[in-house]
Every structure is written in structure tokens, then in C-alpha cells.
């Protein structure tokens, strides 16, 4: 253990599209643990006007901001909603990836996040809510690409991205039509 409170901390998302809401939570994440592992929710899903990025874009944006300091990986949905079950296959996960168990799930506060792990007995994972001091989501994001509101987006978004807004823009409006979704 290194000299951080926590050993391995988590973070789920799909960052569709990344902010810095997304990045405070990640920040105060590798603040707090000596590995973060970074786990993109939805990740089987692109294409359409709620998950418009590949996992693959996803993975390079967020390499973009945070380089070696997290550990990245694709969680695709497997269809039971946010509860135990859920809770089981994104453990699953992580012991896959790290070989243990974490010992804390960061996230913004979401009431469908709490029965995540009561399933799993003997499993103590310390969860922080990071509270939203920042107004924006990744609904506002894709908005703002759609409205062409560079300004706005600009607002919200790591200066390592401003390059990629064409990029991103023409991303969301390709896909800004496509309401089908397997993701939930």
C-alpha cells in the first residue's frame, strides 16, 4: 500500500461526452487512491444520440486528460439496470482487471448506485459522492455541440479537447437522430 488512504478506487461512466464534472470525480479519485481504475459503461454502444462515441474515442479522450494516471477499461452493459446484479458484474470486473477487490467506488451521487454491492457479502467498499459543484452534464454537452455553442462547450471541457470540437461536434450530429439504445 502506498501512502494514499485507499488501494484501488473505481470509477464508472460512460462520458458521453466527457466534462469536467467527469474529471473532478476522477481527480478526487486518483487524489485518494494508489491505482484508479477507469471502467466506460455502455461501452458496446455508439452511434446513436445518447452513447454518439465509441469506446475507443472514449478510451483516447480520457488518456488525453488523465495519461497514465488511471488504468481504462470497456464495461458493456449486460442488461439488469443499476442493482446487486450490476453491482456482481462490475466486481467481476475489476477483480478481472486488478486481481482485488477495490476498496472505494467514486462517482457522482446517484441514488441508483447505493445497493451496487449489498449482494456481495464480506465486501466493504467505501463510496464517496462527489457533490455537483459543477452544473453541467453530458446532456448539456452533446447540446451544445449540436447548437454549435463553442463557447458554452469550452466552459466545461478540458483545454487538452478544445482541438478535438469539430471532431465531436460532427460525431453528435451524425448521431443526434439515432434514438435507439440498448443502453439503460
Known sequence: ???KPFRLGI?????????LGHEEIINKAVALCDEVGVFIGSSQEHGTAKNPFTYEKRESILRKVFDDKVKIFPLPDIG???NSKWGEYVLENVVERFSKTPDLLVS???QRRIDWF????????A???????IDISATKMREHLVCDDFCEWKKYTNEKLWGEYETFKSTILSCKDNLETDSI
Open 1 to 3: 500500500m502506498g501512502n
Open 11 to 19: 470509477v464508472i461512466g460512460r462520458f458521453q461526452t466527457f466534462h
Open 80 to 82: 439488469v439496470g443499476n
Open 108 to 110: 457522482g451521487k446517484e
Open 118 to 125: 449489498d449482494s456481495v457479502s464480506s465486501l466493504v467498499v
Open 127 to 133: 463510496e464517496l459522492y462527489i457533490p455537483k459543484t
